[in-house]
Protein backbone atom coordinates (compact mmCIF):
# COMPACT_ATOMS: atom_id res chain seq x y z
CA UNK A 1 0.00 0.00 0.00
CA UNK A 2 1.16 3.54 -0.87
CA UNK A 3 2.63 4.96 1.86
CA UNK A 4 0.43 8.13 3.48
CA UNK A 5 1.36 11.86 5.04
CA UNK A 6 0.00 13.54 8.23
CA UNK A 7 -1.55 16.50 7.33
CA UNK A 8 -2.33 19.22 10.01
CA UNK A 9 -5.02 22.69 9.69
CA UNK A 10 -4.06 23.99 12.82
CA UNK A 11 -6.61 26.99 13.96
CA UNK A 12 -7.47 29.30 16.63
CA UNK A 13 -10.77 27.22 17.50
CA UNK A 14 -10.18 23.54 16.15
CA UNK A 15 -7.30 21.27 14.66
CA UNK A 16 -8.00 18.70 12.14
CA UNK A 17 -5.86 15.83 11.53
CA UNK A 18 -5.72 13.41 8.42
CA UNK A 19 -3.84 11.25 6.34
CA UNK A 20 -3.69 11.67 2.57
CA UNK A 21 -2.10 9.96 -0.35
CA UNK A 22 -2.83 12.85 -2.79
CA UNK A 23 -5.20 15.73 -3.14
CA UNK A 24 -7.98 13.32 -4.53
CA UNK A 25 -7.18 10.67 -1.71
CA UNK A 26 -7.62 12.85 2.06
CA UNK A 27 -8.74 10.28 4.75
CA UNK A 28 -9.13 9.50 8.39
CA UNK A 29 -10.25 13.39 8.67
CA UNK A 30 -10.50 14.27 12.55
CA UNK A 31 -11.53 17.42 14.01
CA UNK A 32 -10.71 18.27 17.78
CA UNK A 33 -11.47 22.15 19.73
CA UNK A 34 -7.81 23.12 20.24
CA UNK A 35 -8.97 24.02 23.96
CA UNK A 36 -9.01 20.64 24.62
CA UNK A 37 -5.65 19.84 24.37
CA UNK A 38 -2.50 20.88 26.13
CA UNK A 39 -0.43 21.01 23.07
CA UNK A 40 -0.33 20.15 19.10
CA UNK A 41 1.56 17.18 20.07
CA UNK A 42 -1.06 15.84 22.45
CA UNK A 43 -4.02 16.29 20.03
CA UNK A 44 -1.71 14.14 17.04
CA UNK A 45 -0.92 11.32 19.60
CA UNK A 46 -5.14 11.52 20.32
CA UNK A 47 -5.56 11.62 16.40
CA UNK A 48 -2.69 8.27 16.38
CA UNK A 49 -4.34 6.40 19.07
CA UNK A 50 -7.77 6.84 17.06
CA UNK A 51 -6.75 6.17 13.59
CA UNK A 52 -4.24 3.15 14.05
CA UNK A 53 -0.85 4.77 14.68
CA UNK A 54 1.70 5.52 12.11
CA UNK A 55 2.37 2.35 10.13
CA UNK A 56 3.07 4.27 6.68
CA UNK A 57 3.50 7.36 7.42
CA UNK A 58 5.98 9.28 5.43
CA UNK A 59 5.94 12.47 5.87
CA UNK A 60 3.92 15.54 7.42
CA UNK A 61 2.88 19.00 6.59
CA UNK A 62 1.11 21.00 9.26
CA UNK A 63 -0.68 24.73 8.49
CA UNK A 64 -0.80 26.49 11.60
CA UNK A 65 -2.75 30.00 12.34
CA UNK A 66 0.23 31.94 13.07
CA UNK A 67 3.34 33.54 12.26
CA UNK A 68 5.88 30.78 11.61
CA UNK A 69 9.55 31.71 11.49
CA UNK A 70 12.43 29.35 11.91
CA UNK A 71 10.22 26.19 11.84
CA UNK A 72 8.40 27.64 14.99
CA UNK A 73 4.80 29.16 15.29
CA UNK A 74 2.60 30.52 18.53
CA UNK A 75 -0.59 30.36 17.50
CA UNK A 76 -2.30 34.31 17.31
CA UNK A 77 -5.78 33.01 18.95
CA UNK A 78 -4.91 30.07 21.26
CA UNK A 79 -1.72 29.46 23.65
CA UNK A 80 -0.25 26.13 21.42
CA UNK A 81 3.45 26.15 20.36
CA UNK A 82 4.25 24.02 17.60
CA UNK A 83 7.67 23.36 16.51
CA UNK A 84 8.62 21.35 13.15
CA UNK A 85 11.73 20.00 14.28
CA UNK A 86 9.88 18.38 17.14
CA UNK A 87 6.78 16.93 15.32
CA UNK A 88 9.44 15.67 13.07
CA UNK A 89 11.52 14.09 15.73
CA UNK A 90 8.05 12.57 17.37
CA UNK A 91 6.54 10.89 14.00
CA UNK A 92 10.10 10.19 12.76
CA UNK A 93 9.26 11.23 8.71
CA UNK A 94 10.40 14.65 7.61
CA UNK A 95 7.71 17.73 8.81
CA UNK A 96 7.00 20.86 6.78
CA UNK A 97 5.28 23.22 9.01
CA UNK A 98 3.59 26.79 7.42
CA UNK A 99 0.98 29.11 8.00
CA UNK A 100 -2.52 27.76 7.67
CA UNK A 101 -3.70 30.28 4.53
CA UNK A 102 0.16 29.67 2.52
CA UNK A 103 -1.75 25.70 2.80
CA UNK A 104 -5.04 27.05 1.34
CA UNK A 105 -3.00 28.64 -1.40
CA UNK A 106 -1.68 25.66 -2.26
CA UNK A 107 -4.47 23.92 -2.90
CA UNK A 108 -5.87 26.59 -5.49
CA UNK A 109 -3.96 24.40 -8.39
CA UNK A 110 -5.59 21.10 -7.28
CA UNK A 111 -8.78 22.21 -7.29
CA UNK A 112 -11.29 21.50 -9.88
CA UNK A 113 -13.44 24.68 -11.04
CA UNK A 114 -16.74 23.41 -9.21
CA UNK A 115 -15.17 24.30 -5.75
CA UNK A 116 -15.23 28.30 -6.71
CA UNK A 117 -18.14 30.29 -6.40
CA UNK A 118 -17.68 33.66 -8.72
CA UNK A 119 -18.84 36.76 -6.39
CA UNK A 120 -19.95 38.73 -9.18
CA UNK A 121 -20.05 38.58 -13.15
CA UNK A 122 -16.10 37.31 -13.59
CA UNK A 123 -15.32 33.89 -13.21
CA UNK A 124 -11.05 32.87 -12.28
CA UNK A 125 -8.98 30.86 -14.80
CA UNK A 126 -7.66 28.25 -12.51
CA UNK A 127 -5.67 26.38 -15.49
CA UNK A 128 -4.27 29.96 -16.86
CA UNK A 129 -3.35 31.34 -13.50
CA UNK A 130 0.06 32.74 -12.33
CA UNK A 131 -1.01 35.18 -9.61
CA UNK A 132 -3.69 35.03 -7.01
CA UNK A 133 -4.55 36.38 -3.85
CA UNK A 134 -5.69 34.01 -1.37
CA UNK A 135 -7.52 35.30 2.00
CA UNK A 136 -8.92 33.94 5.29
CA UNK A 137 -11.68 35.53 7.11
CA UNK A 138 -12.82 32.88 10.03
CA UNK A 139 -11.45 32.98 13.63
CA UNK A 140 -9.11 35.66 12.24
CA UNK A 141 -8.10 37.35 9.36
CA UNK A 142 -5.07 36.31 7.23
CA UNK A 143 -3.79 36.52 3.06
CA UNK A 144 -1.13 34.74 1.17
CA UNK A 145 -0.08 34.86 -2.52
CA UNK A 146 -0.08 32.12 -4.71
CA UNK A 147 2.94 32.36 -7.34
CA UNK A 148 3.59 29.80 -10.17
CA UNK A 149 7.26 29.64 -11.16
CA UNK A 150 9.57 27.69 -13.35
CA UNK A 151 9.85 25.02 -10.82
CA UNK A 152 6.20 24.91 -9.93
CA UNK A 153 4.07 26.86 -7.62
CA UNK A 154 5.02 28.74 -4.59
CA UNK A 155 3.22 30.71 -1.74
CA UNK A 156 4.07 33.52 0.21
CA UNK A 157 2.44 34.54 3.61
CA UNK A 158 1.52 37.90 5.53
CA UNK A 159 0.58 39.49 8.38
CA UNK A 160 -2.49 40.95 6.47
CA UNK A 161 -4.79 41.09 9.46
CA UNK A 162 -2.45 43.15 11.74
CA UNK A 163 -2.12 45.80 9.23
CA UNK A 164 -3.65 48.97 10.10
CA UNK A 165 -7.09 49.35 8.95
CA UNK A 166 -7.58 52.70 7.09
CA UNK A 167 -10.91 52.20 4.93
CA UNK A 168 -11.58 56.02 3.99
CA UNK A 169 -15.87 55.44 3.86
CA UNK A 170 -16.92 54.99 7.69
CA UNK A 171 -20.61 56.18 7.91
CA UNK A 172 -19.95 57.18 11.67
CA UNK A 173 -16.24 58.39 12.49
CA UNK A 174 -16.54 57.09 15.69
CA UNK A 175 -16.14 54.01 13.90
CA UNK A 176 -13.07 54.33 12.49
CA UNK A 177 -11.95 55.34 16.23
CA UNK A 178 -13.06 51.87 17.49
CA UNK A 179 -11.24 49.71 14.98
CA UNK A 180 -7.61 50.07 14.28
CA UNK A 181 -6.23 46.79 12.72
CA UNK A 182 -7.93 44.75 9.64
CA UNK A 183 -8.72 41.90 11.76
CA UNK A 184 -10.77 44.03 14.40
CA UNK A 185 -13.07 44.20 11.34
CA UNK A 186 -12.61 40.92 8.84
CA UNK A 187 -13.38 38.33 11.49
CA UNK A 188 -15.72 36.47 13.10
CA UNK A 189 -15.47 38.25 16.41
CA UNK A 190 -14.81 41.73 14.65
CA UNK A 191 -18.22 41.26 12.81
CA UNK A 192 -20.29 40.75 15.71
CA UNK A 193 -18.19 43.58 17.53
CA UNK A 194 -18.99 45.97 14.71
CA UNK A 195 -22.59 44.87 15.06
CA UNK A 196 -22.27 45.83 18.54
CA UNK A 197 -20.92 49.03 17.87
CA UNK A 198 -23.58 50.45 15.56
CA UNK A 199 -26.40 48.61 17.57
CA UNK A 200 -25.45 50.01 20.85
CA UNK A 201 -26.11 46.01 22.15
CA UNK A 202 -24.11 43.22 23.25
CA UNK A 203 -22.50 41.75 20.46
CA UNK A 204 -23.82 38.89 18.87
CA UNK A 205 -22.85 35.26 19.73
CA UNK A 206 -21.52 34.35 16.02
CA UNK A 207 -21.42 35.87 12.84
CA UNK A 208 -24.11 33.25 11.66
CA UNK A 209 -26.51 35.24 13.72
CA UNK A 210 -25.68 38.71 12.06
CA UNK A 211 -26.25 36.54 8.74
CA UNK A 212 -29.27 34.91 9.42
CA UNK A 213 -30.88 37.69 10.68
CA UNK A 214 -29.62 40.50 8.43
CA UNK A 215 -32.90 40.30 6.01
CA UNK A 216 -34.69 41.25 8.97
CA UNK A 217 -32.80 43.09 11.46
CA UNK A 218 -31.81 46.61 10.49
CA UNK A 219 -28.63 46.73 12.62
CA UNK A 220 -27.55 43.09 11.53
CA UNK A 221 -28.60 44.35 7.82
CA UNK A 222 -26.29 47.67 8.37
CA UNK A 223 -23.60 46.08 9.93
CA UNK A 224 -23.55 43.44 7.01
CA UNK A 225 -23.65 46.50 4.32
CA UNK A 226 -20.68 48.02 5.87
CA UNK A 227 -18.40 44.73 6.76
CA UNK A 228 -19.10 44.25 2.82
CA UNK A 229 -17.85 47.52 1.76
CA UNK A 230 -15.01 47.23 4.57
CA UNK A 231 -14.05 43.91 2.97
CA UNK A 232 -14.29 44.64 -0.67
CA UNK A 233 -11.72 47.75 0.03
CA UNK A 234 -9.45 45.64 2.00
CA UNK A 235 -8.98 42.67 -0.62
CA UNK A 236 -8.75 45.59 -3.25
CA UNK A 237 -5.95 47.02 -1.46
CA UNK A 238 -3.88 43.25 -1.46
CA UNK A 239 -4.64 42.70 -4.93
CA UNK A 240 -2.96 45.76 -5.31
CA UNK A 241 -0.30 45.18 -3.58
CA UNK A 242 1.03 41.82 -4.49
CA UNK A 243 -0.54 42.19 -8.40
CA UNK A 244 -2.91 39.49 -7.98
CA UNK A 245 -4.49 39.95 -11.59
CA UNK A 246 -5.65 36.46 -11.87
CA UNK A 247 -8.31 36.18 -9.11
CA UNK A 248 -8.86 37.07 -5.28
CA UNK A 249 -9.91 33.43 -3.56
CA UNK A 250 -11.60 33.73 -0.70
CA UNK A 251 -11.80 31.37 2.26
CA UNK A 252 -13.12 30.15 5.96
CA UNK A 253 -16.50 30.32 7.60
CA UNK A 254 -16.72 34.12 7.99
CA UNK A 255 -16.07 34.51 3.71
CA UNK A 256 -18.24 31.58 3.17
CA UNK A 257 -21.28 32.89 5.02
CA UNK A 258 -20.15 36.50 3.59
CA UNK A 259 -20.56 35.16 -0.30
CA UNK A 260 -24.47 33.62 0.57
CA UNK A 261 -26.04 36.71 2.01
CA UNK A 262 -23.84 39.40 0.78
CA UNK A 263 -24.70 42.33 -2.13
CA UNK A 264 -21.83 41.31 -4.45
CA UNK A 265 -22.15 43.91 -6.02
CA UNK A 266 -21.55 46.08 -3.10
CA UNK A 267 -18.54 43.99 -2.28
CA UNK A 268 -17.37 44.40 -5.99
CA UNK A 269 -17.90 48.49 -6.01
CA UNK A 270 -15.66 48.69 -2.78
CA UNK A 271 -12.90 45.90 -4.27
CA UNK A 272 -13.00 48.45 -7.51
CA UNK A 273 -12.67 52.21 -6.31
CA UNK A 274 -9.71 54.02 -6.87
CA UNK A 275 -7.13 54.72 -9.71
CA UNK A 276 -6.91 51.55 -10.68
CA UNK A 277 -10.58 50.96 -11.04
CA UNK A 278 -10.85 50.26 -14.44
CA UNK A 279 -7.82 47.39 -14.17
CA UNK A 280 -9.72 46.33 -11.16
CA UNK A 281 -12.57 45.30 -12.72
CA UNK A 282 -10.66 42.41 -14.75
CA UNK A 283 -9.95 40.72 -11.06
CA UNK A 284 -12.22 38.22 -10.48
CA UNK A 285 -13.28 37.63 -6.54
CA UNK A 286 -14.22 33.73 -5.70
CA UNK A 287 -15.04 32.14 -2.45
CA UNK A 288 -14.09 28.46 -2.15
CA UNK A 289 -16.49 26.11 -1.17
CA UNK A 290 -13.82 22.75 -1.02
CA UNK A 291 -14.33 21.74 2.48
CA UNK A 292 -11.39 22.03 4.50
CA UNK A 293 -9.18 23.21 1.68
CA UNK A 294 -6.14 23.75 3.47
CA UNK A 295 -5.98 19.85 4.10
CA UNK A 296 -5.86 19.63 0.25
CA UNK A 297 -2.87 22.05 -0.12
CA UNK A 298 -1.31 20.22 2.60
CA UNK A 299 -1.93 16.89 0.82
CA UNK A 300 0.47 18.49 -2.18
CA UNK A 301 2.66 20.96 -1.43
CA UNK A 302 6.35 19.93 -1.50
CA UNK A 303 8.25 18.76 1.92
CA UNK A 304 11.23 19.37 0.41
CA UNK A 305 10.62 23.64 1.05
CA UNK A 306 11.43 23.99 4.95
CA UNK A 307 10.60 27.29 6.60
CA UNK A 308 13.16 26.39 9.46
CA UNK A 309 16.52 28.28 8.28
CA UNK A 310 14.03 31.27 6.98
CA UNK A 311 12.77 33.65 9.86
CA UNK A 312 11.51 35.79 7.20
CA UNK A 313 8.86 33.59 6.46
CA UNK A 314 5.94 34.53 8.16
CA UNK A 315 2.13 34.26 8.09
CA UNK A 316 -0.74 34.86 9.70
Not at 258 to 282: C, I, P
Amino acid sequence: MTGWRLISDVGGTNVRIAKARSAHEVFEIRAYSVARFPSFLSAVDAYLDETGGLNGCIGAAVGAAGLVANGKVSLTNASWEISEEEVSSRLKVPCRLLNDVEAVAYSLPALPPSCLTALGPLTPNLASMQRALIANIGTGFGAATLLRTGEGWASCPSEAGHMSLTFPDWDDKALERKFRSVEEVLSGRGLCNLHAAISDAKPCAAAADIFKQAESDAHCAATLKLFTRIAGNVLGNLALAVAAWDGVFLCGSVAVGLSRVADHSTLRQAFETGRMGSWMKQVPIAVLTREHPALTGLAVLPLGASNSSASRHAGR
